[in-house]
Each structure stands twice: as structure tokens, then as C-alpha cells.
């Protein structure tokens, strides 16, 4: 049986520790990606000289040239700018929009039939940009952004009330920016409420930390944005989609209607199989969340607006 084909664009800090990790679990073989000469083919290099060791058998393969990505089952588009302090993901637009735009035009021409992961900021613009350009099925064009919201909120439970990680399940809903939702409601230690374990302060507290742990991050950095746990959460939806397990995951979706909202990319709690997005999952909102899911559409459409394409 043929290895699936993961293509990672952008051979930053971001992309080439999704492929390190996705070639860790044999996931499929690798393109790893960079418009600077040199950069993709001396780490996917470093990268292959290390599974002998781990016992791995991926083909990770380095290069500047998009005809590389040819019949690809997965393209992950991490190219752009990062964020730097002080910088908001939204100053990242006219840029990012470019360079999504550029590489989308790319994925279109050499893997028309992939599913593609868009990861660059400000996210739900960016999946707009690449929607837009490459003019794929909304089943196929998919932003990281909740997976990897919600896994922080759940590391920060988890360190708050000294439970095993295992036991937090997090929802978090909306932007991928400081307006994002953390479903207190719908997330749990062991099933059981979090408000059990903690005060409504240090959950109020824990909201906020997640919705500007990427600045607290980029912050500590202050050269640099966080790369390992974004990695994590993208190797969580390939391997989602290539072993169809359709696994309920947050992530900036096209809606035609869903939670109130049309034609416009946002995360929602989705079911990611071989297909795709293969359903949206509607939760129930109470009033408090519905008005903060409608402000985050408002700021996201504004985004859109800003976007030429």
C-alpha cells in the first residue's frame, strides 16, 4: 500500500517541527517545503539521518521547487511571517495575505485533490485567502487554530488542579485570536465540571490566559513565536484525516448557516475524517456565548473585508 503524501509549506520553526513529529509517528512520507534554497533540504536531511535511530522509516525530502507537492494527500501551508512583540496577528494581514495567496495558487496547479491545513495568521483570513485561490470544496480547506487553542487550555487546568492531562477535555470556539471562546461549559476534568475544582476566578483567569497564550509566548520569545505545541496540534489533524478517525476537533470551518453564521471561516467544533470536514458539530450556546461568538464573527468578517482577492 502506498505511504500517504503529507506536504509541509514553510521549513520555519513551525513546519519543520511538524514534520519532525509527523515522521516520528510514520504518518507518510514528507515534502518539506521552502522558497529559501537550501533551508528545506538541509533540515529534511538532518531530519532523515535521524530514523535510523528512532527506528522510523519516513522519507522526508527537502525542496524549493512546488512540483515536489505533486499528488499530495495533505498540504499544510505554514509559510509567513510570524508575529513579533508588540504585533497583533491581524498586522500580519496584507503580507500573510500575499503569501498565502501565492502559495495556494501552487497547491491548486500541483495537488488539486488534497485537503489542505492553513496554519499562517491571522488564520481565518488566511483559510479565506486560500478558500478563495485555489477554489476547493469547504470539505477540503481547514484552519489550525482550536486544536491548538484548546490544547493550551487544557495544559493550564491541567497544571492549576494537578490532574494527569489526560483527564482535561477543553472546547474552545470562534477566532483564533484574543477574542477567541473557551467553553467553560462544555469543558471537563474526567467528565466532571471544572467548576468542582476551581473557583469561577481562577477559571475566568485560566480563559484569559488562553486567549493570549500565543502573545504571553511570543513575549518570552521576544524573537520568535511558539512553534511546538502549533506542531503538535497539526499532526493531531493529519493523523485524524489519514486514519479516518473522525475525531471531534476545533477548527476554522466554512459555515452556510451553522451557529447563526454564513459565508465566512471560523472555528467550530467539526468531525475530521479521510474526507475532510465531515460534519459540523452544533453545540448549544447559552446567551453570554452566542453574543461572543457573533462579536468574533463581526471582528473576522472586518478581516475579510481588508483582504483583496
Do not use: W
Not at 158 to 172: H, K, L, P, Q
Not at 257 to 282: D, H, M, Q
Amino acid at each position: 500500500m502506498q505511504r500517504p503524501k503529507i506536504s509541509i509549506i514553510g521549513a520555519g520553526n513551525v513546519g519543520a517541527t511538524t514534520a519532525h513529529i509527523a515522521s516520528l509517528k510514520e504518518l507518510g512520507n514528507i515534502v518539506l517545503i521552502d522558497i529559501v534554497k537550501g533551508v528545506a533540504q538541509g533540515k529534511g536531511l538532518d531530519m532523515s539521518a535521524s530514523m535510523p535511530i528512532e527506528q522510523r522509516d519516513a522519507r522526508i525530502k527537502g525542496t524549493d521547487d512546488y512540483e515536489d507537492i505533486k499528488d499530495s494527500d495533505i498540504v499544510v501551508v505554514t509559510a509567513g511571517l510570524p508575529r513579533k512583540p508588540g504585533m497583533s496577528r491581524d498586522d500580519l494581514l496584507k503580507k500573510n495575505s500575499d503569501i498565502v495567496a501565492s502559495v495556494s495558487e501552487n497547491i491548486k496547479k500541483y495537488a488539486p485533490d488534497s485537503i489542505v491545513i492553513i496554519v499562517s495568521n491571522p488564520l481565518d483570513a488566511m483559510v479565506y485567502v486560500a478558500s478563495k485561490v485555489t477554489g476547493f470544496p469547504k470539505e477540503r480547506i481547514i484552519g489550525m487554530a482550536g486544536v491548538l487553542d484548546s490544547t493550551r487550555f487544557a495544559y493550564f487546568i491541567a497544571e492549576e488542579t494537578n490532574v494527569s492531562v489526560e483527564d482535561v477535555n477543553t472546547m474552545v470556539l470562534g477566532g483564533h485570536g484574543d477574542m477567541m471562546i473557551p467553553l467553560v461549559r462544555y469543558s471537563n476534568i474526567a467528565g466532571i465540571p471544572l467548576s468542582h475544582f476551581l473557583s469561577e476566578d481562577k477559571i475566568e483567569a485560566m480563559v484569559e490566559r488562553t486567549r493570549k497564550g500565543g502573545a504571553e509566548i511570543v513575549n518570552l520569545l521576544k524573537t520568535g513565536s511558539a512553534y511546538y505545541a502549533p506542531a503538535s496540534a497539526i499532526v493531531d489533524m493529519i493523523e485524524a484525516i489519514l486514519k479516518d478517525k473522525k475525531k471531534i476537533l476545533p477548527c476554522s470551518v466554512y459555515l452556510e448557516g451553522e451557529y447563526g453564521a454564513e459565508g465566512i471561516f471560523i472555528g467550530v467544533p467539526i468531525k475530521l475524517g479521510r474526507n475532510g470536514v465531515e460534519e459540523i458539530i452544533e453545540l448549544e450556546l447559552d446567551n453570554d456565548e452566542k453574543k461572543a461568538f457573533e462579536k468574533n464573527v463581526e471582528q473576522v468578517r472586518e478581516l475579510i473585508e481588508k483582504v483583496n482577492i
